[in-house]
């Protein structure tokens, strides 16, 4: 691994692991397929899910990394990656069209798959089907991953995602609260819980109660 491949590994989000994820989605991931192809609408867990893998394997020992903005990098940088037991690419679709890109990962598939150990797991907002591949041989073997549909979270999965999360980094957040918030911001997970973190900073800077007009200052919302 390079030291820029090794900076963007870097960018693990701690608290995204398997074991935080709401649903049964982690457990799909326990499958002997080298290649996985994760799918669903934004905001559905595909990042969390890639780096929760990622947290796994090297929780494990093992090595992974984890690259996401395809878009603003070379597709150089894929190369030699199978050596590793995890790679994660996240929003492939970024890239698919463009045909330096498409054959470094169709390159980087089959090294995973010649290397009978490594691990490839992809993610993209539609089922491989819907990629508009110029390398053809690249959708057949995209078609051909073993595909998981990651389900969109509910608005009440995410409020107690919310109030775990808060719990966590000691405030109590209500349902009032949290569905002000909801009803308000962007409704990722990515996003929500950077929002929880500038509500602890500023709970502990200001030594006040979460409340809606707390929240409504502190956020902007």
């Known amino acids: 691994m390079t030291g820029s491949q090794l900076a963007l590994n870097m960018r693990l989000r701690a608290d995204a692991t398997l074991e935080k994820f709401m649903g049964d989605t982690p457990g799909r991931l326990d499958n002997q397929d080298p290649v996985n192809y994760l799918w669903g609408l934004p905001g559905s867990g595909k990042s969390h899910l890639l780096q929760g893998s990622c947290h796994r394997f090297n929780h494990n020992g093992l090595r992974s990394i984890y690259l996401d903005n395809l878009g603003t990098h070379k597709p150089e940088m894929l190369k030699g990656l199978a050596a590793l037991d995890l790679v994660c690419l996240d929003d492939i679709e970024l890239v698919i069209g463009d045909r330096r890109w498409e054959l470094a990962v169709f390159d980087l598939l089959n090294s995973v798959r ?100 707390f929240v409504k200052k502190v956020l902007n919302l």
Do not use: W
């Open 114 to 213: 010649d290397s009978k150990r490594a691990r490839l797991m992809m993610s993209a907002a539609v089922p491989a089907a819907r990629l508009d591949c110029v390398l053809p041989d690249l959708g057949s073997r995209l078609r051909a991953a073993y595909s998981i549909e990651t389900a969109r979270i509910g608005d009440d999965s995410r409020l107690d995602i919310l109030k775990n999360r808060a719990s966590e980094q000691g405030f109590h957040l209500s349902d009032e609260v949290g569905r002000y918030i909801l009803g308000r911001a962007p409704r990722d997970m990515h996003h929500l819980v950077k929002l929880l973190a500038t509500i602890e900073k500023e709970t502990i800077r200001l030594q006040k109660k979460v409340t809606i007009p």
